[in-house]
């Protein structure tokens, strides 16, 4: 069964103290690996898309890559309005129905 | 650009009375359609997804039901909740098929009493 881990489940930071989320999958042909940032009570705001081992894509403080077997998302010198849960998704098969999400990684940074 | 609505933002049932969730979607013609749920401690669950009007799939059987009567707009329902139903409940779009690129509403916190 196809399946998507992160870890740790709950990071908390200082401000300014980098660090790496871990996102790891069982491979049943990947076809895109994706980030998303969820605000407590909210809904998901999508971040990131990969496709390929060695690809990486970023925004602001965040940077995501990818391996075959696992995705990081590298936070640099957070910020308290960085405090959200990741969440990551893969797309196994193809087919929006394919889609699996892992359970997420609560960040919390501390000013 | 593109926005989405989904409504009520919270809602308190008891056990056995019926649900209904709206979603709608602006901005944007034909677009794939997704009810999730979101539990304590679980990952985002699948529940429906529609690719057309009347076009309606289902990934888990439960007391649930999605129907779309216009290209934009998805409804979840249930003719009797149970205790089990509670959770939050999120719609999303996306822009064509085989695509995790998917775009959330704000939710719906349902809690069945």
């Known amino acids: 069964e196809d399946q998507v881990t992160q870890s740790p489940e709950a990071l908390r930071l200082q401000e300014g103290e980098s660090s790496s989320l871990n996102c790891s999958y069982t491979?049943?042909?990947?076809?895109?690996l994706f980030w998303y940032r969820q605000d407590p009570g909210k809904g998901p705001e999508f971040l990131f898309t990969?496709?390929?081992a060695g690809e990486e894509k970023e925004k602001e403080r965040l940077k995501a890559t990818l391996t075959k077997k696992e995705s990081f998302l590298h936070i640099t010198a957070p910020k308290p309005e960085d405090s959200a849960t990741y969440l990551c998704?893969?797309?196994?098969?193809?087919?929006?129905?394919?889609?699996?999400f892992g359970i997420g990684t609560k960040l919390q940074v501390i000013p | 650009s593109q926005t989405i609505h989904q409504w009520p933002a919270t809602l308190v049932q008891p056990v056995g009375s019926p649900l209904s969730l709206e979603c709608t979607v602006e901005?944007?013609?034909?677009?794939?359609l997704y009810w999730y749920r979101q539990a304590a401690g679980r990952g985002l669950q699948l529940l429906f997804y529609?690719?057309?009007?009347?076009?309606i799939s289902s990934e888990v059987p439960q007391n649930l039901s999605a129907s779309r009567p216009q290209d934009r707009q998805f409804i979840l329902s249930s003719k009797k909740l149970l205790l089990s139903d509670s959770g939050f409940y999120l719609c999303?779009?996306?822009?064509?098929?085989?695509?995790?690129?998917?775009?959330f509403g704000e939710g719906s916190r349902l809690t069945v009493l």
């Open positions: 999303a779009w996306s822009g064509g098929l085989n695509t995790g690129e998917l775009f």
């Open positions: 491979v049943s042909g990947l076809r895109g």
């Open positions: 990969l496709y390929s």
């Open positions: 998704a893969a797309d196994f098969s193809g087919g929006y129905q394919k889609v699996t």
């Open positions: 901005g944007t013609s034909n677009p794939n």
């Open positions: 529609s690719v057309g009007i009347g076009q």
